[in-house]
């Protein structure tokens, strides 16, 4: 099969689309033939030399994928080849072939394309871990998410109207604020501004609820005032550095908690591994999906062999949602 090799650390052009051994299914593993997958921030750091894979996961980048089963290992049951399937992966996306525990499998959601369903698991598990299963969100809380226009922040609006909650958001351009509110935000703040005063400005003074945040030490501060007592900050991201001071009578005073958490280096089964985090998702946001109230977001579709193109791409700013990595363009959407 083909697949893209990380030639060396650095910058997109150590992309290449090279050859490398089919995948063969271990026990409750199947074999997928890959339609689509995408970019992730994750697999940008993976490029840089700065986000090894697990121990055990494919060097291939790529933290999703969509296609359909091509083979069954031992054990497997309740899937069949044929299947058409997206899957959350530790690795292996940007192939033509990659092999995904059984547990890491999604259906893929009715009125989703195949092609499109290539970018949503990665995006889909993060959010709903983080803002439902470690943020606790609920129905009639204030929600804020840093990064409101990117691939995150894209299905985070939208999880979040979907859970009743009043949802803020950030973002640095007009377009990208304008692109927040068209998602559903019910407020778009430049990043730029003074976030507490902005925050405050929003709330009545009362703060936000739960906050999704992508850059780690460099909101801290500015997140913890943003808070309502008994808020909740959850760090998926260290864009922003990774240390800073906390003043712990700050969540002391008021109740607050600050929880971190990442994905890909989970183990499969257990309460907090992936497989866990995948069920929820299918149970709980799958249905939200097929009814349309949450869409995946589509910047550009690329062909998997120029991944270079699209990571140079992020690398530049500037995407709104979602880039797609095309191995089958079954829907023509290259030539669209």
């Given at each position: 099969m083909y697949a893209i090799s990380i030639r060396e650390p650095g910058g997109p052009e150590v992309l290449e689309w090279t050859e490398h051994p089919d995948p063969e299914p271990g026990p409750n593993e199947v074999v997928?033939?890959?339609?689509?997958?995408?970019?992730?921030?994750?697999?940008?750091?993976?490029?840089?030399?700065?986000?090894?894979?697990?121990?055990?996961?494919?060097?291939i980048p790529g933290l999703e994928c969509s296609g359909r089963i091509a083979a069954l290992g031992p054990d497997v049951e309740g899937w069949s080849v044929g299947d058409e399937v997206c899957a959350l992966l530790a690795g292996g996306g940007?192939?033509?072939?990659?092999?995904?525990?059984?547990?890491?499998?999604?259906?893929?959601?009715?009125?989703?394309?195949?092609?499109?369903?290539?970018?949503?698991?990665?995006?889909?598990?993060?959010?709903?871990s983080n803002l439902a299963m470690t943020g606790h969100l609920r129905a009639g809380e204030t929600l804020l998410v840093h990064g409101g226009s990117g691939g995150i922040g894209t299905h985070a609006i939208q999880v979040g109207k979907a859970l009743g909650a009043r949802v803020l958001a950030t973002a640095g351009s007009p377009e990208r604020l304008q692109t927040c509110l068209d998602l559903g935000a019910d407020v778009a703040i430049d990043y730029h501004d003074d976030l507490p005063s902005e925050v405050a400005s929003a709330t009545d003074d009362r703060g936000v609820d739960v906050i999704l945040d992508?850059?780690?030490?460099?909101?801290?501060?500015?997140?913890?005032?943003?808070?309502?007592?008994?808020?909740?900050?959850?760090?998926?991201?260290?864009?922003?550095?990774?240390?800073?001071?906390?003043?712990?009578g700050t969540l002391l005073a008021r109740r607050?908690?600050?929880?971190?958490?990442?994905?890909?280096?989970?183990?499969?089964?257990?309460?907090?591994?992936?497989?866990?985090?995948?069920?929820?998702?299918?149970?709980?946001?799958?249905?939200?999906?097929?009814?349309?109230?949450?869409?995946?977001?589509?910047?550009?579709?690329?062909?998997?062999?120029?991944?270079?193109?699209?990571?140079?791409?992020?690398?530049?700013?500037?995407?709104?949602?979602?880039?797609?990595?095309?191995?089958?363009?079954?829907?023509?959407?290259?030539?669209?």
């Amino acid at each position: 099969m083909y697949a893209i090799s990380i030639r060396e650390p650095g910058g997109p052009e150590v992309l290449e689309w090279t050859e490398h051994p089919d995948p063969e299914p271990g026990p409750n593993e199947v074999v997928v033939d890959v339609v689509a997958s995408a970019v992730n921030r994750a697999d940008v750091l993976q490029r840089q030399g700065n986000y090894p894979p697990p121990p055990g996961a494919s060097e291939i980048p790529g933290l999703e994928c969509s296609g359909r089963i091509a083979a069954l290992g031992p054990d497997v049951e309740g899937w069949s080849v044929g299947d058409e399937v997206c899957a959350l992966l530790a690795g292996g996306g940007y192939a033509e072939k990659v092999a995904v525990p059984v547990p890491q499998l999604l259906p893929v959601p009715r009125g989703v394309s195949l092609v499109d369903a290539g970018g949503l698991p990665e995006v889909a598990c993060t959010v709903w871990s983080n803002l439902a299963m470690t943020g606790h969100l609920r129905a009639g809380e204030t929600l804020l998410v840093h990064g409101g226009s990117g691939g995150i922040g894209t299905h985070a609006i939208q999880v979040g109207k979907a859970l009743g909650a009043r949802v803020l958001a950030t973002a640095g351009s007009p377009e990208r604020l304008q692109t927040c509110l068209d998602l559903g935000a019910d407020v778009a703040i430049d990043y730029h501004d003074d976030l507490p005063s902005e925050v405050a400005s929003a709330t009545d003074d009362r703060g936000v609820d739960v906050i999704l945040d992508n850059m780690g030490a460099s909101n801290l501060k500015a997140n913890l005032a943003s808070l309502a007592t008994g808020g909740r900050l959850v760090i998926i991201g260290l864009m922003g550095g990774a240390k800073t001071e906390i003043n712990l009578g700050t969540l002391l005073a008021r109740r607050l908690s600050v929880g971190a958490t990442t994905l890909r280096g989970r183990p499969v089964e257990g309460p907090d591994g992936k497989g866990a985090i995948v069920a929820s998702v299918r149970e709980e946001l799958w249905p939200l999906v097929e009814q349309g109230t949450v869409r995946p977001v589509i910047h550009e579709y690329l062909p998997a062999a120029e991944a270079s193109r699209a990571h140079a791409a992020l690398d530049e700013g500037g995407v709104v949602g979602k880039l797609v990595l095309v191995v089958r363009d079954e829907d023509g959407v290259l030539s669209a």
